[in-house]
């Protein structure tokens, strides 16, 4: 007979497998659900395998914890798409809490016998951890509105959070030198749980998508951590893996906002620039009605729709859905440019127009937008405003000045359905507006598609 | 015998986090919502420590932290692949899609 040991390395081992070939399958929207079975069969395995440990004495507590977590699953899983990046932020919270707890258990079973290696490893794991848990709440409170999503900064700010994190460190340095020191570890703790509050504190709702990310990257550094611990070559690649990602997540939001971690850290953006906004009042602008919207689509031979989070937020994408339905049928060309940083968190938009059974081969990334905008006859931007800035290529004194955008100016006419005149997110102030190719559609996103969407009906009839 | 176990780890982790680099850059940005949630649901297997913990009952604080580890890993996997899921099932072609 195969001793139990073996059962649960082969289990594991087939788990590790099944988890690269999970995100490999991911790789395209045609095998992505392979994916996701892939993940889930490896998932149980492990699971499974695990409870062959023969070291186990009591499954009660293991049993009731596991169908709690299922039982707080299941709504988990089931949250409506706009409030996706509010639940993956809480997801990191508890995955973070898991691997905090388990290392804190581990501090108490095993301290003051414990080696250098083994405490400056487990430092790492609950410090990361204690930081995202908090982090990801506090990331979460502010996607969903709980919190003001307005960033709150002080005098010293940077200073203050610095030196927390520098004495959270200092006690982890001490407790590698003298492991008999428990009393401090439960400060350590503490101070990477304020931490995380106050790191997020200052960050405003447009840096969410790089945040989630960062917080990605650190719930899976710390489960790495608590893996090298563990000695669990499963949870390192796992752990790692999850790092991977979010670094590699964490890199493209900074890139499309053309702004480094640390900026976007300790950069307190968003309340930078009001100066500029009374130079340029007096500027012209031209409004359409939809009635004339809807004629120049209808003349249209290529037309581009820019979404913004603005749109997820007016729910305006199953108005949108319907106005591409009536302008293909008319034999428009539709397609749809997503900037990286539309929506609150990375892919967000992508998720919100497959929802509303846009396909997916119609959105296209910044660069193959681009590549096609000098030749499209309309862009349509709707609820986006910063990422459609053409100051982020013209003016250096703008404060977005070299972020990558969409470059709807060069369309032959640009429509932006807006509330009002007033400025975006950031507070800039955008050119675009101002454009001679440029029409402003005033109204609520939903309706005024929607009545473009019935003038175009009306008008074509049997459209 | 720890040095030998912390090779292996570090050889592991650092072969993996090439892997994971390699595999995920190639993850196509219409589905990096779908991929966080994914990666989020893998990197719950620290239940698997959690399970370990709270079934040996070393300590009654040990099995108290790890059945709480427990409740937190589940709903991740669970809520993560439930979520990643549903929105991969959203994702069509228009080839394949009725007009």
């Given amino acids: ?463 | 015998m720890v040095t030998v176990d912390l090779y292996n780890s570090l050889y592991v982790f650092i072969l993996a986090a090439f892997i994971g680099f390699e595999v995920i850059r190639k993850v196509s940005p219409l589905l990096h919502t779908p991929l966080m949630s994914l990666t989020n649901a893998l990197d719950a297997i620290a239940v698997v420590g959690a399970i370990i913990l709270a079934g040996e009952h070393k300590s009654t604080l040990a099995a108290v932290l790890g059945t709480i580890a427990i409740v937190a890993a589940t709903s991740n996997i669970v809520g993560g692949f439930i979520i990643t899921d549903r929105m991969l099932k959203m994702f069509k072609s228009s080839r394949t899609q009725k007009p």
């Fill in chain 1, 1 to 463: 007979m195969i001793p139990a040991t073996h059962i649960i390395e082969l289990t594991y081992l087939i788990a590790v497998v099944l988890f690269v070939l999970s995100l490999k399958w991911l790789s395209s929207p045609a095998t992505a659900r392979h994916g996701v079975w892939a993940g889930e069969v490896g998932m149980l395995l492990a699971i499974v395998g695990t409870l062959f440990y023969r070291g186990i004495v009591d499954y009660k507590w293991i049993a009731i914890a596991l169908v709690l977590g299922a039982i707080i699953g299941v709504p988990l899983g089931n949250v409506q798409m706009t409030a996706v990046p509010q639940r993956t932020a809480l997801s990191h919270a508890f995955g973070a809490l898991c691997v905090t707890l388990v290392g804190t258990a581990e501090f108490y079973l095993r301290a003051p016998n414990i080696s250098r290696f083994m405490m400056s490893i487990l430092s790492l794991e609950v410090i990361l951890g204690g930081l995202t848990i908090t982090g990801s709440l506090m990331a979460a409170g502010k996607l969903q509105e709980i919190l003001p999503q307005r960033p709150i900064t002080y005098k010293g700010q940077n200073f203050v959070n610095l030196g927390m994190l520098a004495i959270a460190v200092a006690i982890a340095v001490y407790l590698v030198l003298n492991p008999d020191a428990m009393h401090l570890y439960p400060i350590m703790v503490g101070i990477a749980l304020v931490f995380g509050v106050m790191m997020i504190i200052p960050i405003g709702g447009a840096d969410m998508p790089t945040v989630i990310s960062l917080l990605n990257s650190y719930a899976g550094l710390s489960a790495a951590a608590m893996g090298f611990v563990l000695n669990s070559k499963l949870l390192i690649v796992a752990g790692s893996l999850d790092g991977a990602s979010g670094f590699i997540l964490s890199v493209n939001m900074s890139k499309a906002m053309n702004r480094s971690f640390t900026n976007v850290l300790f950069g307190a953006f968003g309340q930078v620039q009001h100066a500029v906004a009374g130079a340029v009042e007096a500027r012209n602008v031209r409004s359409a009605t939809p009635e004339e919207a809807a004629q120049i689509l209808s003349a249209a031979n290529k037309v581009a729709i820019i979404p913004g989070y603005g749109m997820a937020v007016a729910q305006a994408q199953h108005k949108v859905r319907e106005l591409y339905d009536v302008l293909t049928k008319r034999g428009v060309d539709v397609k749809f440019g997503i900037h990286p940083v539309a929506g609150r968190m990375p892919g967000h938009m992508n998720v919100l127009l497959a929802e509303a059974d846009i396909p997916y081969d119609k959105l296209l990334d910044m660069d193959d937008m681009n590549g096609d905008l000098p030749q499209t006859d309309v862009a349509l931007v709707i609820g986006a405003n910063d990422v459609t800035n053409p100051a982020a290529r013209t003016d250096p004194s703008s404060p977005i000045y070299g972020m990558p955008i969409l470059d709807v100016d060069k369309a032959r006419t640009v429509m932006v359905i807006k509330r009002s005149m007033s400025p975006g997110f950031a507070g800039i102030d955008n050119p675009l507006y101002y454009l001679d190719n440029t029409l402003m559609l005033f109204g609520d996103a939903k309706q005024f598609v929607n009545s473009i969407v019935r003038e175009l009906t009306g008008a074509g009839g049997h459209g």
